[in-house]
C-alpha cells in the first residue's frame, strides 16, 4: 500500500493548470519532460502526493499517482480497454470479492486485470488466460508497473474455448467477441452458484451469448447490462450536463452456474 510520499519508481500524473494529464514515472537522476517544461524527479520523489512541481520553469503541475480511472485513458495499449464505467459495473454485478478464485479470458493491456486482483485482494487468485503471448506480456508488464509485484496471478497462453484448467472457481470473467463459446468451460469450471460475466461490444455478440445461456442447462438467471456516464459542468452558477458523454462502449451480461 502506498503512502502519502511520492517514491522512486511510481507511475505518476501530471495535471496542468488546464486539467491536462500526463502519465509518467519517477526515477530517480532522470528527468521529466512535458511540452518543454523540464522536471527533476529528484525534487519530486519525496514529497506529498498532490504536491505542486516546476518551479521557474514555463509551466507547473500538480503529481498524483493516477486513480484506476485516470489510468484507463491515459494508458498506451495494444487493444481497445474496458473503461471504468463499466469495470465498476464488471466488479458489483460479478460480485467479486476478497478471497475468491477468478478466471479472466482475455487480458488486453491488463486494466481489467488490475481491476479483478484488487477485487480479490492478497488472500484470492486470479488466473488468466490469453492467446497472445505479446498481449501477456504488456499485461504482466502493466499491472506490475502500476500494482507492483504480485503473486497471486498466473497467466496461461492459451485458448479457453478449448478448456479452462481450474475447477470450483467463484467467477469466470471474459472479454472475448466469440463468448458464446465459451459456455461449457465455464460451466466444468465454475462451483455451483458461481457467476459468469462477459463483456462484449455489438448487439449481435450479445445475442449469440443470450441464445447459448438459454440454449444451456448450466448458466442461467442472464441479465445483460449497458453503462452510460455523463458529466457535468459546474463553474459558478453555470451547472449543466457537458455537451460530451461516454455512452455506448460494451454490454455486460452476468449469468449464474446452477448445480444438479
Known amino acids: 500500500m502506498k503512502g502519502e510520499l511520492l517514491e522512486d519508481g511510481d507511475a505518476i500524473m501530471l495535471v496542468d493548470s488546464r486539467g491536462r494529464r500526463y502519465l509518467k514515472r519517477l526515477r530517480a537522476g532522470h528527468p521529466l519532460t512535458v511540452r518543454g517544461t523540464l522536471l527533476n524527479a529528484d525534487d519530486i520523489i519525496g514529497r506529498s502526493e498532490g504536491c505542486l512541481a516546476g518551479r521557474d520553469q514555463p509551466e507547473r503541475f500538480r503529481v498524483f499517482r493516477p486513480s484506476y480511472a485516470e489510468l484507463t485513458p491515459l494508458l498506451s ?83 479457453a474455448r478449448h478448456g479452462i484448467n481450474e475447477r470450483s472457481v467463484d467467477r469466470v470473467f471474459a472479454d472475448i467477441p466469440d463468448a458464446a463459446a465459451l459456455i461449457q468451460p465455464v460451466a466444468q469450471a465454475l462451483r455451483g452458484g458461481g457467476i459468469f ?64
Not at 497472445?132 to 485458448?159: K, Q, S
Not at 452510460?228 to 452456474?257: C, K, N
Open 77 to 159: 495499449r495494444p487493444a481497445e480497454p474496458i473503461f471504468a464505467k463499466d469495470v465498476g459495473l464488471i466488479l458489483c454485478r460479478g460480485d467479486i470479492r476478497p478471497g475468491q478464485t477468478v478466471v479472466e479470458v482475455g487480458v488486453g493491456a491488463g486494466l481489467t486485470s488490475m481491476a479483478l486482483l484488487r477485487g480479490v485482494g492478497e488472500k484470492g487468485r486470479l488466473v488468466s488466460y490469453e492467446l497472445r503471448e505479446d498481449f501477456a506480456a504488456e499485461a504482466r508488464a502493466n499491472v506490475e508497473l502500476y500494482e507492483g509485484p504480485v503473486d497471486n496471478w498466473t497467466i496461461h497462453l492459451a485458448d
Open 197 to 260: 460475466i462477459s463483456y462484449a461490444p455489438t448487439v449481435l455478440q450479445i445475442k449469440d451469448l443470450r441464445d447459448a445461456l438459454e440454449a444451456s442447462n448450466t448458466c442461467r438467471l442472464a441479465e445483460t447490462f449497458e453503462v452510460l456516464e455523463r458529466s457535468w459542468h459546474v463553474q459558478g452558477r453555470s451547472v449543466r450536463p457537458d455537451h460530451r458523454m461516454v455512452a455506448h462502449t460494451g454490454f455486460i451480461t452476468v449469468a449464474r452456474r446452477l448445480s444438479h
